[in-house]
């Protein structure tokens, strides 16, 4: 079976291992850290065992001058509860104004998270704790994995959209999305492996990114999240009343037409 050379780091004990997989393996641990994590206690557990196999090879050593992905507990127990989270039927749970007050409620925290003031897991169960103190019964990886779902719908829905020659496709939180995320290059980090190691790439953002996104927080925060969630249900009222106040005209006006023909046919 093909291999390949892959750096993982741990955090812990502050050593990089380098190892050869198997080439599907390193392609998912180039872009999904707990399967990162996983390989890496594999490959630690080999390296314990006198009569481990020798198809996986690796060494130790140390490196200042690399970029890890740290692979920690913190991010290990995000990862496998996000996991648990998404086996959990959820339909019931995330009705519109949840949904709208999760995206509001994460997009006044953002700047604490990107910042690293607080740990992910921490944020997340703030986002639980607001979303429970409005009656909605969520965890915090319930939460961090409803968000991960959007983003991907947000995704696709833009990517679209953005192509030539298609119907232009509608989504009831494609506007909220749009102004949390739009901006971005992507929605998340990437995560590379190679001979450098295990390393996120982040966008580099411009000075009138920058600005403009200080702009946007500034304003978030002087709106309260009710206010913005009250302003989205709003606009989806009103949304669905003009919806039935072109149906109404429509019904009235084929009664018109029914009416004159019937006129017509009497003759």
């Known amino acids: 079976m093909a291999a390949t050379k892959i750096l993982l780091y741990d955090s812990e004990k502050d050593i990089a291992v380098e190892a050869y997989v198997p080439v599907a393996g390193a392609e998912r641990a180039k ?51 996000e996991g648990n989270a998404e086996d959990v039927d959820s339909s019931n749970m995330w009705t519109s104004p949840c949904v709208l007050l999760l995206l509001e409620t994460y997009r006044s925290l953002e700047g604490i998270l990107k910042k690293g003031k607080m740990s992910r897991k921490k944020v997340w169960s703030e986002i639980s704790e607001e979303l429970k103190s409005k009656g909605y019964d969520v965890t915090g990886p319930q939460c961090n994995s409803k968000l991960r779902s959007l983003k991907k719908t947000y995704k696709s829905t833009k990517n679209y959209n953005q192509k030539s020659g298609n119907k232009r496709k509608t989504w009831q939180f494609y506007e909220i999305m749009d102004e949390i995320f739009g901006q ?19 966008p580099v953002a411009s000075d009138s990114e920058v600005g403009s996104d200080s702009g946007c927080s500034t304003k978030s925060n002087k709106m309260s999240i009710a206010t913005l969630l009250q302003k989205r249900l709003r606009q989806k009222d009103e949304h669905e009343e003009n919806k039935n106040k072109r149906h109404k005209e429509t019904m009235e006006m084929n009664e018109r037409f029914l009416k004159v023909l019937e006129k017509r046919a009497e003759k």
Do not use: N, W
Request: charged letters at 25%.
């Open 31 to 81: 872009t999904d850290i707990f399967s990162a994590t996983q390989l890496l206690r594999s490959v630690m557990e080999q390296k314990q065992e006198p009569q481990a196999s020798t198809s996986t090879l690796y060494h130790v050593k140390r490196d200042e001058d690399i970029t890890f992905t740290p692979v920690d507990k913190e991010t290990t127990e995000i990862q496998e509860s």
């Open 184 to 202: 971005k290059t992507c929605c998340d980090p990437v995560a590379v492996a190679s001979s450098t190691g295990l390393s996120i790439k982040k």
